[in-house]
C-alpha cells in the first residue's frame, strides 16, 4: 500500500568541483612587458543540510535520487575570478539522522528549524598563474587546476521529534485519545493496525502552552524482533521526551501487558528505560469504581498512572495535568539536546528496509573527473599549458 509517510531515503549527494586557474599573460598597445594576470577558479559549491519545521516527512526526497551542487567558474585574463558554483541545500524535517551509507558511519543530526550542516564542502578554486611570479620567474605558464568534487551515498532516517510517545498494543484507544487531546484527526476504526504510519498532534494547555503528542502505530510483542509492523516505528520512540503507555481497562492482565510493552522498547534500545514514563488505562467508561479499585491494587507501583476515557472525556484534563507537569522537567530539554549513538544493526535494519521498498540499488554515477580529497593547495599538480 502506497503511504504518503516516508521516514527513510536513500539519495547520492556531490558537491562541485573547483574552477581552474587562468595562465594568462596581460598584453596592451603600450605595455609591452604586461607579466601574468590570470585569475582564479571560482569555489565549487557545498552541499547542506537544513532542518525545516514545515516538513513532517522525507517524502519529497523519495524520488530525488540525486542532488548535485554547481561547478565552479575557471578564472580568466585581468585577474578575473570565476564564479563560484550553486550552492545545494537539501530541506530536511527536524529529527533526521544521516549516515554514510557506504561505511555506516554517523554523519549529522538535524534537530531544529534553520540548523544547516554542511555535508559536503565544494572543492576549492585553482590560481591563477599571477601568483606564480617571482624575481626570477617574472612569466610563469602555468596555473592550479581546481579541486575535485566530493561524492557520498548517504540514508536519511527520520526520528519523529514529539514531546509525548503513545505506546500500546493495536487498539488500546491512542488514536482516539490523540484526535480528543489535540488538533490531529488520526483515522480511527474498530480493528488491529489502524494506525500504520505515525501522526503528531499539537495539544493546546492553560495559558497559551502547549506540547506535542505522537501517536505510533501499535507494537505487539516481539516487535523488537521483526514481529507485526517490527522496528519500522520504534524508532521514533526514541527522541520522545516522555512515553505514554496505554492499556484498555478491559485486558486480562495489565502490568504484564505494561512489562511486555516496556520489554520490547529495551530491547530495542536500552536507553528507552531511563525515559519517564506514565501508564493510561483507557476505556474506563466501561469500569465502575469499585472495579478500578481492584485493578489499581495490581499496577506497577513506580508508574504514575491514571484511569482515563477518551470517548467520553473521564480524567483526560487530569491525563493533560500529569503530562505537563512530568515534561516541565529537564527531561524534555535532555531529550532534544541528547547525542545519537549509532547501533550496527540500525544501519543492517535500514538497508533491509530501503532494500523492500525497492529504494537500495545500485546508483552509478559517471563522471569523467576522479574524485578525490585534497587538503591543501601545495598538493595541485601544476599544468604547463605550453605542452
Known amino acids: 500500500m502506497e503511504t504518503n509517510f516516508i521516514d527513510y531515503v536513500k539519495i547520492v549527494c556531490r558537491s562541485g568541483k573547483g574552477g581552474r586557474g587562468s595562465m594568462h599573460m596581460h598584453r596592451a598597445k603600450y605595455v609591452p612587458t604586461g607579466g601574468p594576470d590570470g585569475g582564479d577558479g571560482g569555489r565549487g559549491g557545498n552541499v547542506y543540510l537544513r532542518g525545516n519545521r514545515n516538513y513532517w516527512t522525507l517524502l519529497h526526497l523519495r524520488y530525488e535520487r540525486h542532488v548535485f551542487a ?11 575570478h570565476g564564479a563560484d558554483g550553486h550552492d545545494r541545500y537539501i530541506d530536511v524535517p527536524c529529527g533526521t539522522v544521516v549516515y554514510d551509507a557506504e561505511t555506516g558511519r554517523f554523519v549529522a543530526d538535524v534537530t531544529d528549524d534553520g540548523q544547516v550542516v554542511l555535508l559536503l564542502r565544494g572543492g576549492r578554486g585553482g590560481l591563477g598563474n ?52 489535540s488538533s490531529a484527526h488520526p483515522k480511527i476504526a474498530g480493528y488491529p493496525f489502524t494506525t500504520l504510519e505515525p501522526s503528531v498532534g499539537v495539544v493546546s494547555y492553560h495559558d497559551n502552552r502547549s506540547f506535542v503528542i505522537a501517536d505510533i502505530p501499535g507494537i505487539i510483542e516481539g516487535a523488537s524482533e521483526g514481529k507485526g509492523l517490527g522496528l519500522r516505528f520504534l524508532r521514533h520512540i526514541e527522541r520522545n521526551a516522555l512515553l505514554l503507555f496505554m492499556i484498555p481497562g478491559d485486558t486480562d492482565n495489565i502490568r504484564h501487558d505494561y512489562e511486555v510493552l516496556l520489554r520490547e522498547l ?11 514514563r506514565l501508564l493510561a488505562i483507557t476505556k474506563a467508561d466501561l469500569l465502575d469504581d469499585e472495579l478500578m479499585q481492584m485493578l489499581e491494587a495490581d499496577l506497577p507501583a513506580d508508574v504514575p498512572h491514571v484511569f482515563i476515557s477518551a470517548v ?21 530539554m535532555e531529550s532534544h539536546a541528547s547525542a545519537i549513538v ?16 525497492g529504494e537500495d540499488e545500485d546508483i552509478v554515477v559517471v563522471d569523467d573527473e576522479d574524485l578525490g580529497d585534497i587538503d591543501d593547495l601545495d598538493d595541485f599538480e601544476l599544468v604547463d599549458l605550453d605542452e
Not at 312 to 332: P, V, Y
Open 312 to 332: 467520553t472525556g473521564f480524567h483526560t484534563a487530569e491525563l493533560k495535568d500529569m503530562l505537563w507537569q512530568a515534561l516541565s522537567t529537564e527531561a524534555r
Open 70 to 80: 554547481g561547478h565552479g567558474g575557471n578564472g580568466g585574463k585581468s585577474g578575473s
Open 266 to 276: 529495551t530491547t530495542y534500545n536500552p536507553d528507552m528505560a531511563s525515559k519517564q
Open 130 to 181: 599571477k601568483h606564480f611570479a617571482t624575481a626570477t620567474n617574472q612569466a610563469p605558464r602555468y596555473a592550479q587546476p581546481g579541486e575535485p568534487m566530493q561524492e557520498m551515498t548517504v540514508i536519511m532516517e527520520l526520528k519523529m521529534l514529539a514531546d509525548v510517545g503513545l505506546v500500546g498494543f493495536p487498539n488500546a484507544g491512542k488514536s482516539t485519545l490523540v484526535g480528543a487531546i
Open 342 to 357: 549509532h547501533r550496527d544493526k540500525d544501519m543492517d535494519r535500514l538497508h533491509n528496509e530501503l532494500q523492500a521498498e
